[in-house]
């Protein structure tokens, strides 16, 4: 059975433009990723844009659907908007997150969300279709031991969803040691496209030979430059100087086409990974 928005929780826009640009949504992870919701365009439009794409791929993690009941876990889910997210689309979703008050958030919601670390939470063996980390491993102390839990809980053949910043792309080799996402002392971890996949054979995991493309420089590089210029990368306070924020859109778009030709030059590291059927 196709799964509408309204039935699985997400309101359906207001206006026709909206609607559309939804439908359009639809169609697009209908066809690439197995799901099966509603309302759907005929087609997928001829011409995407690379943010559009983007943004689509992003919305579901790059996971396809492996049909109704499939079970997804978020470790470091916040206050559960990507949990919603995946929910409306199909999955039945649980999260982890150690920051009591969002924890607390995403439970007034109505999600499943256990306070804590992953190793922690206590969570039945291969039960899980997939797990996502977005923008979470660099922040543990002990990156393999999550990511053998996370293998520990996954299905045999189930798949892992990781996004970090690339140490070893265009921003790092520009920006040196003002490079925002080093944003030391919350990043304890950096990993480059090797090393992640290290990582994840080291936990017992079979990576994809592909990283996912993730063209995301323009905001990284403007807060960099704040970074070189001593203001705030957060308030963005002084503003920059004109010829600065040239110098940076410039070098943005630089990377930009770099990151098209390859992924491995992007500011974000997007893997995925596989616990393997046999084991």
């Not at 790092?172 to 925002?180: A, K, L, Q, R, S």
């Not at 491995?264 to 046999?278: D, H, I, K, T, Y």
Request: a positive charge; hydrophobic letters at 40%; glycine letters at 8%.
């Amino acid at each position: 059975m196709r799964e509408s928005l309204r039935t699985r929780g997400e309101l359906p826009p207001r206006s026709a433009w909206r609607r559309h640009r939804t439908a359009q949504r639809n169609a697009y992870l209908n066809t690439r990723y197995g799901y099966q919701l509603i309302p759907a365009a005929a087609r997928v439009p001829r011409w995407l844009s690379t943010d559009r794409r983007q943004r689509w791929d992003k919305h579901v993690a790059f996971l396809r659907y492996p049909g109704r009941g499939a079970r997804l876990l978020d470790v470091g889910c916040g206050n559960g908007r990507f949990l919603m997210q995946m929910r409306a689309v199909g999955w039945e979703v649980c999260g982890v997150e150690p920051d009591p008050k969002s924890a607390a958030q995403a439970a007034a919601a109505g999600l499943d969300v256990r306070t804590g670390l992953l190793p922690d939470a206590s969570l039945p063996g291969e039960h899980f279709d997939a797990v996502t980390l977005s923008h979470v491993i660099e922040h543990l102390h002990k990156p393999i031991e999550t990511l053998h839990e996370c293998r520990r809980i996954l299905k045999p053949g189930g798949t892992i969803s990781i996004a970090t910043p690339n140490l070893g792309g265009q921003g790092h080799h520009v920006f040196g040691p003002d490079w925002f996402a080093l944003d030391p002392p919350r990043h304890l971890v950096l990993f480059t496209p090797d090393s992640l996949r290290q990582a994840l054979q080291m936990a017992g995991f079979e990576p994809e030979a592909a990283l996912r493309p993730r063209v995301a420089a323009k905001d990284i590089f403007r807060r960099s430059m704040h970074v070189r210029n001593g203001s705030d990368p957060m308030s963005e306070r002084p503003a920059l100087p004109f010829a600065t924020r040239l110098k940076a859109v410039w070098l943005a778009q630089a990377a930009h086409r770099a990151t098209r030709a390859r992924a491995e030059a992007g500011e974000e590291l997007v893997l995925l990974a596989r616990r393997p059927l046999s084991s």
